[in-house]
């Protein structure tokens, strides 16, 4: 993939309780519906997850996500045989069974291993591209654990020493994601928005990821509904700082913010 000119990954969210309502997608009419309006709007990838993980989400047992996933996966490929899929997971035997049966080509994993120790090994016989976040704790747990000694020396440590034992194994396809949410008050999000163009010292793709997240509602005063405005914003905003990979609930929007982006860099040249 070339990251000369930024990416969409369209999420597709399989689950009953992702924090914005108009995402969620459970039956096969769902499921078809929404991989083909993503696809149509032009996304590069599809980012299918079955285990929110939004602050304090239900826990979800390996069996039930392996249902999902294999229910939602099934339909997406019978759609789009040829589309580039990404995994939100952080379990190590969901993430194998999605590349070597269905066919995903990507794992998003919000722990970076953390919350499986299985998962390096798997991504390393797997050999697919891995996005590891930034994230303490878990989905559950996550917002009791926002207090840093230096916010962004203690998110750059954690990449660092993550990539470190990566590439350790073999694996040097890594994408890096701050994790936006996770882990992070409003004010540390903005934070490391601000500072985002630092992390392209790791030379890896770097992704973005606040579609329509609390950190635009709580400024905004708006619900997850009508915080699609503040989404384009902060997403230009990303692009200017250096990222390479927006995920995003509108992929429509999130194209044409990177149509009018190139637009503005072709300009100076």
């Known amino acids: ?26 039956t096969e009419k769902e499921i078809a519906e929404r991989v083909n309006q993503i696809v149509s709007e032009g996304t590069d990838i599809i980012d299918v997850g ?21 229910f939602g996966l099934s339909i997406l490929f019978r759609e789009f045989p040829g589309a580039i899929v990404s995994i939100d997971t952080f379990r190590a035997n969901v993430a194998r069974e999605c590349v070597e ?12 291993g953390e919350l499986d120790s299985a998962m ?5 016989d797997l050999q697919v591209p891995y996005i ?20 962004m020396k203690d998110i750059f440590l954690y990449f660092a020493e993550k990539i470190n034992v990566l590439h350790q194994k073999g694996v040097n396809d890594i994408w ?8 992070k008050t409003t ?16 030379e890896l793709p770097l992704l973005a990821g606040f579609s329509r997240k609390t950190m635009i509602r709580d400024i905004l005063h708006v619900p997850a509904s009508e915080a699609l405005n503040g989404t384009t914003a902060l997403n230009m905003f990303a692009l ?4 390479n990979i927006l995920r995003v609930h509108d992929v429509k929007e999130a194209v044409q913010t990177i149509r009018l982006y190139n637009t503005i860099k072709e300009s100076k040249t």
């Open 187 to 202: 004010r540390q999000n903005y934070e490391i928005l601000n500072n985002l163009e630092q992390f392209t010292i790791f």
């Open 132 to 151: 590891i976040m930034h994230m303490r704790g878990t989905p559950q747990t996550m917002m009791e654990h926002t207090v840093y000694n230096h916010l």
């Open 101 to 112: 049966k269905f066919g995903a080509a990507i794992i998003n994993d919000i722990s970076a």
């Open 50 to 70: 079955a285990y929110s993980s939004r602050p304090n989400a239900a826990f979800v047992g390996e069996a039930e996500e392996r249902e999902r996933l294999r």
């Open 176 to 183: 890096i994601d701050p994790g936006f949410g996770f882990s």
């Open 240 to 243: 200017t700082q250096g990222a």
């Open 1 to 26: 993939m070339d990251f000369s000119m930024p990416k969409v990954m369209g999420i597709l969210n399989i689950t009953p309780d992702s924090f914005y309502e108009g995402s969620r997608k459970q």
């Open 120 to 124: 390096f090994d798997a991504v390393t």
